[in-house]
């Protein structure tokens, strides 16, 4: 079958992590003897987009994404445009428009791989985080000049919201999630002491949602522990579930201790599949190095693997997770993880590496 996609590359090295996963999901159809196909289109919103028209997204953007069976979307931001409105008005639209309510973003070693934490005597790190992504920190509610007293007693607030139709469905997800796997285990993540509202309601349909699961093992954490244990007692986790924010942070740390933020994959799931979901690296646009073939493309492959699950092609994704270890593991890595090759080379590489699987 033929699955359309919409790309959206957007800024910086988006475009360049987007070209490279399209070239090796297009070579895995192409290997497939006819039993799937891309028919991909390509919207060219982002930055530039917004210095010409004013806005980060065509206003029917929306309406011309939904019929599309996923969307494969590279990152947004550049320092023309200030950050949150380039979040807000791309990525964010497009997660919060289609009830993209669980993020979720898994975190593993690769072979070849030089991690901060094989220093340590850890020899496992095999974890997914499921983020809230629907609301929570992110909700977007507050407001600037409260107080009224102009320049220098500024005020403003940004409150976060917690449903418990929201909490409970992203816990169930990590749960069901869990049961999939070899550990059985959820760590819920909030700083409840602290925040006494929303995240204590998240700790109670925590608890709830875990008495009906007898069979996994569960632990509630605070984020500043949490931060700690992941890079202390990695060993320890499976499941972890959090809040918008926390778990933002937690899963670049993640990556992080996994070798670089350039590895790591994410899928901005809409679970009822009433709206098409979105695949992404969890990365940015990186301007730093943006342009100049240095971007590591593994993030973006590793999220098409993420987008063959969802679109019912397990097989597959486990062919590719198998051509991105075999390419790591010749040492064929992009500066970020310590090596020469450019995002073309490694892209040839994984092209090359399908082949001969
Ligand atoms: P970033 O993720 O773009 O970069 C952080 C560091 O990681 C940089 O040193 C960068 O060179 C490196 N890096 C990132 N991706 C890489 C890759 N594929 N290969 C090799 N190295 C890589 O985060 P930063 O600098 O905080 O943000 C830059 C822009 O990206 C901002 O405009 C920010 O708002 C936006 N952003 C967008 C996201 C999205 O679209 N989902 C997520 C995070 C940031
Ligand atoms: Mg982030």
């Given amino acids: 079958r033929t699955f359309r996609i919409a790309a959206i590359p957007a800024d910086g090295v988006g475009r360049e992590v987007v070209a490279a996963g399209r070239a090796v999901l297009d070579a895995l159809a192409g290997d497939s003897g006819g039993a799937f196909a891309f028919d991909w289109e390509e919207f060219p919103w982002g930055c530039e987009y917004y210095a010409r028209t004013g806005t980060m997204m065509a206003d029917d953007g929306l309406e011309r994404l939904k019929d599309f069976d996923a969307i494969y979307f590279g990152a947004v931001g550049w320092p023309t445009v200030p950050d949150h409105i380039s979040l807000w008005g791309l990525r964010l639209r497009i997660c919060q428009s289609f009830d993209q309510w669980a993020n979720v973003r898994p975190v593993h070693f690769l072979p070849g791989v030089v991690s901060p934490l094989r220093k340590a005597d850890t020899t496992e790190l095999d974890w997914v985080v499921v983020r809230e992504n629907s609301e929570g920190e992110y909700a977007g509610l507050g407001g600037r000049n409260l107080s ?3 320049p220098g007693g500024e005020v403003a607030v940004q409150s976060s919201l917690f449903t418990e139709v929201g909490c409970e469905r992203v816990i169930r997800f990590a749960f069901d999630l869990a049961r999939t796997r070899d550990r059985r285990k959820v760590s819920s993540v909030t700083k409840s002491n602290a925040q ?5 309601l998240w700790d109670e349909v925590f608890r709830r949602v875990a008495a009906d699961h007898p069979d996994v093992e569960t632990e509630s954490v605070l984020v ?7 890079v202390l007692r990695p060993e320890e986790l499976s499941v972890v579930v959090a809040s918008n924010l926390n778990a933002d942070i937690l899963s670049d740390l993640g990556s992080a201790l996994a070798g670089s933020l350039g590895l790591a994959a994410s899928a901005n799931l809409n679970p009822e599949r ?12 990186a ?3 943006a342009g100049r073939g240095l971007a590591n493309p593994i993030g973006a492959v590793g999220s098409g693997a993420l987008m063959l699950e969802h679109l019912g092609l397990p097989d597959q994704a486990a062919r590719l997770h198998r051509a991105i270890e075999a390419t790591t593991a010749a040492g064929i890595l992009t500066g970020d993880l310590g090596g020469t090759a450019s995002t073309d080379d490694v892209t040839k590489a994984l092209i090359d590496a399908l082949a001969r699987s």
């Fill in 274 to 285: 009433r709206f098409p979901s979105m695949f992404e690296p969890v990365h940015g646009s």
């Fill in 196 to 200: 006494q509202y929303g995240m204590v």
């Fill in 148 to 150: 009224g007293r102009g």
């Fill in 224 to 230: 500043d522990a949490m931060s700690a244990k992941f």
């Fill in 287 to 289: 301007p730093d190095i």
